[in-house]
Nanobody, 124 residues
Framework: QVLLVESGGGLVQAGGSLRLSCAASGRTFSSYFMGWFRQAPGKERDFVAG????????YYADSVKGRFTISRDNAETTVYLQMNSLNPEDTAVYYC?????????????????WGRGTQVTVSS
């Protein structure tokens, strides 16, 4: 069992930055691939970024590449999402997720555990 708790969301103006954190419970944190997803009102939950267990491999959605950076601290069992150059299209609830798989990691069905989400609102 892995419990995930997101924090760091809020209201920011376009062009601004936010850093999301996801604190995980459990002693096997480093064995999980970690991902961030987001869901805007009336839309599906979409993949944003992912990071391998060691932190050495990262994946990004095209819409955030170059603006967002995912990282993890296995000693602190925490994964981060640094979001820069935010725009109103980034407004959504952001979810942290953990996957025991090593494939299809852009697919939300590959993830075993989810946090409750944190709201990010970007004003124009």
């Amino acid at each position: 069992q892995v419990l995930l708790v997101e924090s760091g969301g809020g209201l920011v103006q376009a062009g601004g930055s936010l850093r999301l954190s996801c604190a995980a419970s459990g002693r096997t944190f480093s064995s999980y691939f970690m991902g961030w997803f987001r869901q805007a009102p009336g839309k599906e939950r979409d993949f944003v970024a992912g990071v391998s267990g060691t932190g050495g491999i990262t994946y990004y959605a095209d819409s955030v590449k170059g603006r967002f950076t995912i990282s993890r601290d296995n000693a602190e069992t925490t994964v981060y999402l640094q979001m820069n150059s935010l725009n109103p299209e980034d407004t959504a609830v952001y979810y942290c997720a953990a996957s025991a798989r090593n494939s299809l990691l852009r697919n939300r069905d590959s993830y075993n555990y989810w946090g409750r989400g944190t709201q990010v609102t970007v004003s124009s």
